[in-house]
């Protein structure tokens, strides 16, 4: 038998076994398994409900774009901003209708008179059966607030998208609360449709979310 500095062939080959097996090498059937595998399970319904919360946060505004020439042949617009997810958004017009503001003047600053001003407002509340005393607003409007107006600074207050009707949105017998036409659409400031394009707005409001701003300009 041959011998290895003393010791024979197969006392050697078993020391060097022992060591093997003593600092715990595998053999190549048992590698671990990848530790990535659940998280690649977790990460469609992640991307779902990502998808699904910018969804939620899809909007609407009113836009009202002033006809200089004739702000009583102006428009106003609901526009729809669709978040599909956070790296895909649309934005389209739902409809645009025809709307007056102000008596024919341009000049903003004009209390009672002028076109509403240009600017960004917040739509405060919405009413269908508005009551607003004697010869106030009535039936559908949507409250916008208050506007500084440029350059003089004056305050215009108490201004409305609305129409002429009464409360229960049915046509008055008289001013201010019966369209006859065209010449309707002129107002103190406030944005005035035709009570059915009015409706016609605020029917939207049960298949798209309620607008939350308008923007005059």
Not at 56 to 69: A, H
Not at 131 to 149: R, S
Not at 192 to 208: E, I, M, Q, V, W
Request: with cysteine; aromatic share 8%; charged share 20%.
């Amino acid at each position: 038998m041959t011998t290895v500095r003393g010791k024979s062939k197969f006392a050697y080959g078993a020391v060097v076994a022992m060591a093997v097996t003593g600092i715990g090498v595998l053999p190549a059937h048992a590698a671990p398994t990848p530790a990535k595998a659940p998280q690649q399970q977790s990460a469609v319904p992640t991307t779902n409900a990502t998808t699904k919360a910018a969804a939620s946060r899809s909007y609407t505004y009113l836009s009202f774009k002033i006809n200089r020439k004739d702000t009583s042949n102006s428009r106003l617009s609901l526009v729809y901003v669709q978040v599909i997810n956070p790296d895909k958004v649309r934005t389209y017009t739902v409809k645009t209708w025809r709307a007056g503001s102000g008596t024919g003047s341009t000049n903003s600053c004009l209390k009672n008179r002028g076109v509403l001003p240009s600017g960004d407002y917040k739509i405060r509340s919405f009413e269908a059966h508005k009551d607003g005393g004697p010869h106030g607003i009535h039936g559908l409007a949507w409250y916008v607030g208050e506007h500084t107006c440029k350059p003089h600074g004056t305050n215009r207050d108490a201004l409305f998208v609305h129409s002429e009707m009464l409360p229960n949105g049915k046509p008055g017998r008289s001013e201010p609360y019966r369209w006859d036409g065209n010449s309707d659409y002129k107002s103190n400031g406030c944005i005035k449709l035709k009570p059915s394009d009015a409706r016609d707005l605020a029917g939207f409001r049960s298949t798209y979310p309620h607008p939350g701003k308008l923007y005059v300009s």
